[in-house]
């Protein structure tokens, strides 16, 4: 079947490292001359800071992908964590109003409350054996549930400006993403923890065996996963300037979709920080010029979840060429 | 380790606790609120759990392959949504409904044929799915409200020999689902499927099309519940089907489905799920408890739900365990 | 009935069976013995339409045959009863027997005729002796019954050869001579068993005719009167020496570094103590299931130890996870390679450096000292002579199955273990890789180490061990010194057989 030249060439393309940066290129070459606006300095920064707290969460998805198991509950915990930032921080209701510790206080609460979540997760995964996806599916209900019950499905204003802030300088959300990024991409692939990651998500039972502790290992990651939400709760509630219990409730798709589109293993064992952060990118491409071009939001929703069957596709294309070899 | 009695006499208790657990409410409304246990409010129970309960049926075919499906929240908004337009463009009700269910059936065999040809995992497939179907379901209807005409509202509120119309279906569905499940040899292929693939196999079981079907049903009863839905509260809104998935496997769980596969009935089991959630909801509301206490309520039910049931599997795989030497046996 | 003529097959290079030719008359029941691979499942795995031959051919009733599948073979009257039973657990018993084609109350409907279902069931189950209504469930039923309804199975498939393989292991003694009544009942129909058992007195009593099988060879086939125990046990075990072993070092010490006292657990393992010494090789010997990984697994901490203590160097790691065992010198080489010796997905490099990671850290925050890694890698490669071919950064998978075993071991003796236990740690692997390993166990028990080495080849643990342990339903029955050492004394011991124990 190889020996067609086509079907060699999409077999290479299939099996190359960075197949979705020259994915993110190509399509932005190709859409550039038709869509009025999109090869600019503004939308650049439109761009960005639309993919920034999105990587973030995506990157904690990534580290649970790898370890083999799934967080479905990522999404809602940046609405729980945004509104619980709110309730602290806020002029108008908070209870931490005016107070010269409001700000951090607030970005206190909001990483631990989102770290205790990741840690039920955790629990119930590792202590509870509870199938990772059912599992952080009810988190996810009841977590949105919470975030709902909290505000009575309002909106919390008047944050204090010195949090906003942290949502309207670009380079100060981009930095909290790039470190957060970086750190990770550093632990996956210079610490004893990436190696476990890698090694539980390919054989639970031969790391067990080896001595690797399974459970902790899998239970942190599950914690990591659940800070980093918050972390990009954070980002999110800066940006928008309110704490909102719907916030991020359509991006699950967004971030479940990056990391698989990243090339990260939905079996676990396989995956790179750097392919999430390509898929990020290509999918807020995507966003921003269907955006550009006048789609509506639904046309936009349908395509991602397109998009997310091709990219488990080709996942599970580039698995049987693997094998086959 | 626990004795053979002992995990015996758990795993008895364990299959039960939805009973219980559906006692339990029953007594606790019952004495917190006299007009929770007359009768046409238990009518109303069984009314309001028709849709989300044909739902669950679907999805119990599902879960007994140890598959899932998170897509019929979508499904049913994407059969209502096309129903509606239809209706609002004049065609005949009886039309309608067959177009609608038969869009269910199209979108749950997508799912199938990426599920078992493909081979990509369940839960992906219909994540996307359910997004896809989300999508289209609002571009359909443009994102506004829909109102439907009589034809719907009168479908809900007729009675036939003095039932309600929703329940009337439901029981059809159920009767269907139960025969299916327990009397064809399509049904009980679908446990042994679930039980073990590879074992199933090698009987000769055509485990393909088996997986392939259940799908197919998944996304027939879908519809079907989003047309008893609409015929309840006649009106398409962005949010309509909107987490109902999550509703239907919390039903089947609570009613004994693994989550594992092939275990788990329709009857009695399904249908007490989804009775005992609507319930619980019913109770909250008769009791008129701030309504966004509901979803954290039901969903600390449903997790109670699924740790019982991550609790015995892991009890079975233990009594299951292969023997080296019995008491019996001579040294 | 069915003729097996000159069939040969081989796996990986190997030669499995070599020129073997039988054949099984109507009414008959034919024992097939021989000792752990020596051909057995193999050959019936050919009949039962799982594999295929590679050279020879079957005949049933005169005419070829060659399944395809296991419905091939069902389709022509051959059911294969394997040691794992495959029924469904959540499935009744009537379900089970038709499940491959239910009757039909009407061929319009798609109705399952349940009256029919239930009264075919019913005569089965009154054929197979077993006194269950036919609807209830699998998962109700003892090992024994489910024994009966896989038989009840085949009888609904009009089955005319019946496969049996190990069908008493899980059995209690009524329950086995349940069994061996309805054997008895069938073959009083006229139909043709193939019995497969390493309980002799059983094979002994039940057949008709008794075929020993030797290295992939037929060495006997003759009516069973003609045998006695003790002239099986020699056809089973009379095989040359084929095998080479790296000369002995060292002798071991008499310092003991593992004290194992009476561990337990129910259904298990019962009255395990034994000392391994420093530099020592002790052999665990004993049949398939009679309880050697178990113990091993237990010992090493992935399965509960309900009684007794295991010390190492005096101090008592009963109650410690496998991760501290490991830290405190202990090391499992798993007989399940793929399943839990290995991340076939992953690297040579990662793979090897998975045990002792912890140890090549340069600060507490755990960022892996590089060049410390790949120093490590790459001395492990030499030490156990692993393919120079293969990069450090390629998959395991692709390697072959000794140097995969490599990888493993080499994984381990980076940690430098007081005590390794090798499970089959020569399974599957080719002549030059087997001589690696045995280098190896020699260098480490040479270096100190306390080596447990559980095989199920005699020859390997007579050429490699200082002292054998055998063991049979879950205990030690044997210990044998190597002046005693004799391969017929270990197989009688396993066997049961010559009340040694």
Same mark, same amino acid.
């Given at each position: 079947?190889?020996?067609?030249?086509?079907?060699?060439?999409?077999?290479?393309?299939?099996?190359? !490292?960075?197949?979705?940066?020259?994915?993110?290129?190509?399509?932005?070459?190709?859409?550039?001359?038709?869509?009025?606006?999109?090869?600019?300095?503004?939308?650049?920064?439109?761009?960005?800071?639309?993919?920034?707290?999105?990587?973030?969460?995506?990157?904690?998805?990534?580290?649970?992908?790898?370890?083999?198991? *799934?967080?479905?509950?990522?999404?809602? *915990?940046?609405?729980?964590?945004?509104?619980?930032?709110?309730?602290?921080?806020?002029?108008?209701?908070?209870?931490?109003?005016?107070?010269?510790?409001?700000?951090?206080?607030?970005?206190?609460?909001?990483?631990?409350?989102?770290?205790?979540?990741? $840690?039920?997760?955790?629990? $119930?995964?590792?202590?509870?054996?509870?199938?990772?996806?059912?599992?952080?599916?009810?988190?996810?209900?009841?977590?949105?549930?919470? $975030?709902?019950?909290?505000?009575?499905?309002?909106?919390?204003?008047?944050?204090?400006?010195?949090?906003?802030?942290?949502?309207?300088?670009?380079?100060?959300?981009?930095?909290?993403?790039?470190?957060?990024?970086?750190?990770?991409?550093?632990?996956?692939?210079?610490?004893?923890?990436?190696?476990?990651?890698?090694?539980?998500?390919?054989?639970?039972?031969?790391?067990?065996?080896?001595?690797?502790?399974?459970?902790?290992?899998?239970?942190?990651?599950?914690?990591?996963?659940?800070?980093?939400?918050?972390?990009?709760? *954070?980002?999110?509630?800066?940006?928008?300037?309110?704490?909102?219990?719907?916030?991020?409730?359509?991006?699950?798709? !967004?971030?479940?979709?990056?990391?698989? *589109?990243?090339?990260?293993?939905?079996?676990?064992?396989?995956?790179?920080?750097?392919?999430?952060?390509?898929?990020?990118?290509?999918?807020?491409?995507? !966003?921003?010029?269907?955006?550009?071009?006048?789609?509506?939001?639904?046309?936009?929703?349908?395509?991602?979840?397109?998009?997310?069957?091709?990219?488990?596709?080709? !996942?599970?294309?580039?698995?049987?060429?693997?094998?086959?070899? | 380790?626990?004795?053979?009695?002992?995990?015996?006499?758990?795993?008895?208790?364990?299959?039960?606790?939805?009973?219980?657990?559906?006692?339990?409410?029953?007594?606790?409304?019952?004495?917190?609120?006299?007009?929770?246990?007359?009768?046409?409010?238990?009518?109303?129970?069984?009314?309001?759990?028709?849709?989300?309960?044909?739902?669950?049926?679907?999805?119990?075919?599902?879960?007994?392959?140890?598959?899932?499906?998170?897509?019929?929240?979508?499904?049913?908004?994407?059969?209502?949504?096309?129903?509606?337009?239809?209706?609002?463009?004049?065609?005949?009700?009886?039309?309608?409904?067959?177009?609608?269910?038969?869009?269910?059936?199209?979108?749950?065999?997508?799912?199938?044929?990426?599920?078992? +040809?493909?081979?990509?995992?369940?839960?992906?497939?219909?994540?996307?799915?359910?997004?896809?179907?989300?999508?289209?379901?609002?571009?359909?209807?443009?994102?506004?409200?829909?109102?439907?005409?009589?034809?719907?509202?009168?479908?809900?509120?007729?009675?036939?020999?003095?039932?309600?119309?929703?329940?009337?279906?439901?029981?059809?569905?159920?009767?269907?689902?139960?025969?299916?499940?327990?009397?064809?040899?399509?049904?009980?292929?679908?446990?042994?499927?679930?039980?073990?693939?590879?074992?199933?196999?090698?009987?000769?079981?055509?485990?393909?099309?088996?997986?392939?079907?259940?799908?197919?049903?998944?996304?027939?009863?879908?519809?079907?519940?989003?047309?008893?839905?609409?015929?309840?509260?006649?009106?398409?809104?962005?949010?309509?089907?909107?987490?109902?998935?999550?509703?239907?496997?919390?039903?089947?769980?609570?009613?004994?489905?693994?989550?594992?596969?092939?275990?788990?009935?329709?009857?009695?089991?399904?249908?007490?799920?989804?009775?005992?959630?609507?319930?619980?909801?019913?109770?909250?509301?008769?009791?008129?408890?701030?309504?966004?206490?509901?979803?954290?309520?039901?969903?600390?039910?449903?997790?109670?739900?699924?740790?019982?049931?991550?609790?015995?599997? +892991?009890?079975?795989?233990?009594?299951?365990?292969? +023997?080296?030497?019995?008491?019996?046996?001579?040294? | 009935?069915?003729?097996?003529?000159?069939?040969?097959?081989?796996?990986?290079?190997? =030669?499995?069976?070599?020129?073997?030719?039988?054949?099984?008359?109507?009414?008959?029941? %034919?024992?097939?013995?021989?000792? =752990?691979?020596?051909?057995?499942?193999?050959?019936?795995?050919?009949?039962?339409?799982?594999?295929?031959?590679?050279?020879?051919?079957?005949? #049933?009733?005169?005419?070829?045959?060659?399944?395809?599948?296991?419905?091939?073979?069902?389709?022509?009257?051959?059911?294969?009863?394997?040691?794992?039973?495959?029924?469904?657990?959540? #499935?009744?018993?009537?379900?089970?027997?038709?499940?491959?084609?239910?009757?039909?109350?009407?061929?319009?409907?798609?109705?399952?005729?349940?009256?029919?279902?239930?009264?075919?069931?019913?005569?089965?189950?009154?054929? %197979? =002796?077993?006194?269950?209504?036919?609807?209830? &469930?699998?998962?109700?039923?003892?090992?024994?019954?489910?024994? &009966?309804?896989?038989?009840?199975?085949?009888?609904?498939?009009?089955?005319? #050869?019946?496969?049996?393989?190990?069908?008493?292991?899980?059995?209690?003694?009524?329950?086995?001579?349940?069994?061996?009544?309805?054997?008895?009942?069938?073959?009083?129909?006229?139909?043709?068993?193939?019995?497969?058992?390493?309980?002799?007195?059983?094979?002994?009593?039940?057949?008709?005719?008794? %075929?020993?099988?030797?290295?992939?060879?037929?060495?006997?086939?003759?009516?069973?009167?003609?045998?006695?125990?003790?002239?099986?046990?020699?056809?089973?075990?009379?095989?040359?020496?084929?095998?080479?072993?790296?000369?002995?070092?060292?002798?071991?010490?008499?310092?003991?570094?593992?004290?194992?006292?009476?561990?337990?657990?129910?259904?298990?393992?019962?009255?395990?103590?034994?000392? &391994?010494?420093?530099?020592?090789?002790?052999?665990?010997?004993?049949?398939?299931?009679?309880?050697?990984?178990?113990?091993? @697994?237990?010992?090493?901490?992935?399965?509960?130890?309900?009684?007794?203590?295991?010390? #190492?160097?005096?101090?008592?790691?009963?109650?410690?996870?496998?991760?501290?065992?490991?830290?405190?010198?202990?090391?499992?080489?798993?007989?399940?390679?793929?399943?839990?010796?290995?991340?076939?997905?992953?690297?040579?490099?990662?793979?090897?450096?998975?045990?002792?990671?912890?140890?090549?850290? /340069?600060?507490?925050?755990?960022?892996?000292?590089?060049? @410390?890694?790949?120093?490590? %890698?790459?001395?492990?490669?030499?030490?156990?002579?692993?393919?120079?071919?293969?990069?450090?950064?390629?998959?395991?998978?692709?390697?072959?199955?000794? =140097?995969?075993?490599?990888?493993?071991?080499?994984?381990?003796?980076?940690?430098?273990?007081?005590?390794?236990?090798?499970?089959?740690?020569?399974?599957?692997?080719?002549?030059?890789?087997?001589?690696?390993?045995?280098?190896?166990?020699?260098?480490?028990?040479?270096?100190?180490?306390?080596?447990?080495?559980?095989?199920?080849?005699?020859?390997?643990?007579?050429?490699?061990?200082?002292?054998?342990?055998?063991? /049979?339903?879950?205990?030690?029955?044997?210990?044998?010194?190597?002046?005693?050492?004799?391969?017929?004394?270990?197989?009688?011991?396993?066997?049961?057989?010559?009340?040694?124990?």
């Amino acid at each position: 079947m190889a020996s067609l030249p086509a079907l060699r060439l999409l077999k290479r393309a299939l099996l190359a !490292d960075h197949l979705v940066l020259w994915l993110c290129l190509v399509y932005s070459a190709a859409l550039a001359p038709f869509t009025p606006g999109f090869a600019s300095w503004g939308n650049l920064q439109t761009i960005l800071a639309y993919a920034m707290p999105i990587l973030v969460v995506s990157v904690g998805l990534t580290l649970v992908l790898i370890v083999g198991g *799934i967080d479905l509950s990522v999404t809602s *915990i940046v609405a729980l964590a945004s509104v619980v930032g709110g309730k602290v921080m806020s002029a108008d209701e908070g209870w931490l109003a005016g107070h010269a510790l409001a700000v951090p206080a607030g970005l206190l609460a909001m990483l631990s409350v989102s770290a205790g979540l990741g $840690a039920i997760n955790g629990l $119930a995964v590792t202590a509870c054996r509870i199938p990772p996806f059912i599992a952080t599916l009810t988190t996810m209900m009841l977590v949105s549930g919470l $975030a709902i019950w909290l505000t009575l499905s309002r909106k919390i204003g008047g944050l204090p400006p010195g949090f906003v802030r942290l949502g309207q300088e670009l380079w100060l959300a981009g930095m909290t993403a790039g470190v957060t990024t970086w750190l990770a991409h550093l632990a996956l692939s210079c610490t004893l923890y990436g190696k476990w990651l890698y090694a539980i998500g390919h054989n639970a039972r031969a790391a067990s065996v080896s001595g690797v502790p399974v459970a902790r290992v899998t239970f942190f990651t599950y914690v990591v996963s659940g800070w980093f939400a918050g972390l990009a709760a *954070i980002l999110f509630t800066a940006g928008l300037e309110t704490g909102n219990p719907e916030m991020a409730r359509d991006n699950l798709l !967004d971030v479940v979709g990056a990391v698989v *589109i990243g090339g990260t293993s939905l079996y676990g064992g396989r995956g790179r920080v750097s392919g999430t952060v390509f898929g990020v990118l290509f999918l807020a491409l995507v !966003d921003n010029s269907l955006n550009l071009l006048g789609l509506t939001f639904y046309t936009i929703t349908m395509v991602k979840g397109g998009a997310i069957l091709a990219a488990a596709l080709t !996942d599970a294309l580039r698995n049987r060429l693997l094998t086959q070899e | 380790m626990t004795s053979p009695i002992a995990s015996h006499l758990g795993l008895r208790v364990l299959h039960q606790a939805s009973l219980l657990l559906f006692a339990v409410v029953l007594v606790v409304f019952g004495m917190l609120s006299p007009a929770f246990l007359q009768t046409s409010n238990m009518v109303n129970i069984l009314i309001q759990t028709s849709s989300t309960g044909i739902l669950a049926v679907g999805m119990t075919f599902v879960l007994l392959t140890a598959g899932v499906d998170l897509s019929v929240g979508a499904i049913m908004f994407v059969a209502a949504a096309v129903g509606g337009k239809l209706i609002l463009g004049g065609w005949a009700f009886g039309g309608v409904l067959a177009i609608m269910l038969g869009i269910g059936v199209l979108f749950g065999a997508l799912n199938a044929l990426f599920i078992t +040809r493909l081979a990509i995992m369940a839960f992906v497939v219909t994540l996307a799915t359910r997004y896809f179907g989300r999508g289209l379901g609002l571009r359909i209807t443009e994102t506004r409200a829909m109102n439907l005409p009589e034809s719907f509202y009168e479908l809900g509120a007729a009675r036939l020999l003095g039932v309600p119309v929703p329940v009337l279906i439901f029981a059809g569905v159920v009767l269907l689902a139960h025969l299916a499940l327990t009397r064809t040899p399509f049904g009980r292929q679908v446990y042994a499927v679930g039980t073990d693939v590879e074992a199933a196999r090698k009987a000769g079981i055509n485990t393909g099309a088996v997986r392939f079907s259940v799908y197919a049903i998944c996304g027939l009863c879908a519809a079907a519940a989003g047309i008893v839905a609409l015929s309840q509260a006649p009106a398409v809104s962005p949010s309509f089907g909107n987490n109902r998935e999550f509703m239907a496997i919390a039903a089947a769980v609570l009613g004994g489905t693994s989550l594992f596969g092939g275990r788990g009935a329709v009857f009695p089991g399904t249908v007490l799920g989804a009775v005992l959630i609507q319930t619980i909801e019913n109770g909250l509301n008769v009791l008129n408890v701030n309504p966004y206490l509901y979803p954290l309520i039901t969903s600390g039910v449903i997790f109670v739900a699924v740790l019982l049931d991550a609790i015995r599997s +892991r009890v079975l795989a233990q009594a299951n365990r292969r +023997r080296i030497y019995t008491v019996a046996q001579p040294d | 009935m069915i003729e097996f003529a000159h069939i040969e097959k081989s796996f990986f290079g190997v =030669n499995v069976l070599k020129d073997v030719s039988l054949a099984v008359k109507p009414g008959q029941t %034919v024992g097939l013995v021989g000792e =752990n691979g020596a051909g057995k499942s193999t050959l019936m795995n050919i009949l039962g339409g799982n594999v295929r031959a590679d050279a020879g051919e079957m005949r #049933l009733d005169g005419q070829p045959y060659a399944p395809d599948s296991p419905r091939d073979a069902e389709r022509a009257g051959i059911a294969f009863i394997h040691q794992e039973l495959n029924l469904f657990s959540t #499935l009744s018993i009537a379900e089970n027997l038709f499940i491959g084609g239910f009757p039909r109350s009407r061929s319009w409907l798609p109705f399952i005729n349940r009256r029919q279902m239930l009264q075919r069931t019913r005569s089965l189950l009154a054929e %197979v =002796n077993l006194p269950h209504a036919p609807d209830t &469930l699998i998962e109700r039923l003892s090992a024994g019954e489910r024994q &009966l309804v896989e038989i009840a199975k085949a009888l609904a498939l009009d089955a005319r #050869l019946i496969i049996l393989d190990e069908p008493t292991t899980s059995l209690t003694a009524r329950e086995t001579e349940r069994l061996f009544a309805i054997l008895a009942r069938l073959r009083a129909r006229g139909l043709s068993l193939i019995y497969i058992s390493h309980s002799l007195d059983h094979v002994l009593r039940l057949c008709d005719q008794i %075929v020993v099988l030797r290295d992939g060879a037929v060495v006997a086939n003759e009516p069973a009167v003609r045998f006695a125990m003790d002239r099986l046990v020699s056809l089973m075990v009379g095989r040359e020496i084929t095998q080479l072993f790296p000369p002995r070092a060292a002798r071991p010490t008499k310092e003991v570094v593992l004290d194992v006292r009476d561990v337990a657990q129910p259904g298990i393992v019962r009255g395990i103590a034994f000392q &391994l010494c420093r530099g020592e090789v002790l052999g665990l010997s004993g049949l398939m299931g009679a309880g050697r990984s178990e113990l091993a @697994r237990i010992l090493f901490g992935l399965d509960p130890c309900a009684a007794g203590d295991i010390r #190492l160097e005096g101090e008592s790691i009963r109650h410690l996870p496998a991760s501290e065992r490991i830290e405190r010198g202990l090391a499992f080489l798993t007989e399940d390679r793929r399943a839990e010796g290995l991340c076939p997905e992953a690297s040579i490099a990662d793979n090897v450096t998975l045990v002792a990671l912890p140890r090549l850290l /340069r600060s507490w925050l755990g960022w892996l000292d590089r060049p @410390r890694v790949a120093a490590e %890698v790459r001395r492990m490669r030499e030490a156990v002579k692993l393919t120079p071919t293969a990069r450090d950064g390629q998959p395991v998978k692709t390697l072959s199955g000794g =140097n995969q075993q490599k990888v493993v071991l080499a994984k381990w003796l980076l940690q430098e273990p007081k005590v390794f236990l090798l499970d089959e740690p020569t399974r599957g692997i080719d002549v030059g890789a087997r001589y690696e390993v045995y280098r190896l166990i020699r260098q480490l028990a040479a270096r100190g180490t306390g080596v447990l080495l559980i095989s199920s080849e005699v020859e390997e643990l007579l050429g490699m061990c200082d002292r054998i342990l055998v063991m /049979r339903g879950g205990a030690i029955r044997d210990t044998i010194e190597p002046h005693e050492f004799d391969r017929e004394r270990i197989l009688r011991a396993a066997l049961h057989h010559g009340g040694l124990a």
